[in-house]
């Protein structure tokens, strides 16, 4: 392929540990949240957006939530990333 690819950002899926969950609420439901999706910008940035099920159970919506500025969820999308990286440069 002569022509370079442009990728707009590569994604990946993180279950979050059950000691750094937290809760939650949009329109009036409160959620757990449970996954991140962290996203590497173009820029090589990270941006990350949790999601979760409702605690009252249920499917509930597939809603975003911001991911809260804490050092443990930091070092969690961190060392996602590095191990992405990691296993993106072993594939076969």
Same mark, same amino acid.
Request: hydrophobic share 45%; charged share 25%; net charge negative.
């Given at each position: 392929? /002569? ?7 590569? +994604? ?17 439901? &409160?959620? &757990? ?14 941006? +990350? ?6 605690? *009252?159970?249920?499917?509930? +919506? ?6 809260? /500025?804490?050092? &443990?969820? /930091?070092?969690?999308? #961190? *060392?996602?990333? /590095? &191990?992405?990286?990691?296993?993106? #440069? #072993?594939?076969?």
């Amino acid at each position: 392929m /002569d022509a370079p690819v442009d990728l707009s950002a590569l +994604a990946i899926n993180v279950v979050i540990p059950e000691e750094l969950r937290w809760r939650d609420t949009r329109r009036g439901e &409160e959620f &757990e949240l449970q996954s991140l999706t962290i996203r590497m910008l173009p820029d090589g940035t990270l941006a +990350a957006k949790a999601y979760g099920r409702p605690v *009252a159970g249920g499917r509930g +919506a597939y809603v975003s939530f911001p991911v809260p /500025d804490r050092p &443990e969820l /930091d070092a969690l999308v #961190a *060392a996602a990333a /590095d &191990e992405a990286a990691r296993r993106w #440069a #072993a594939h076969a």
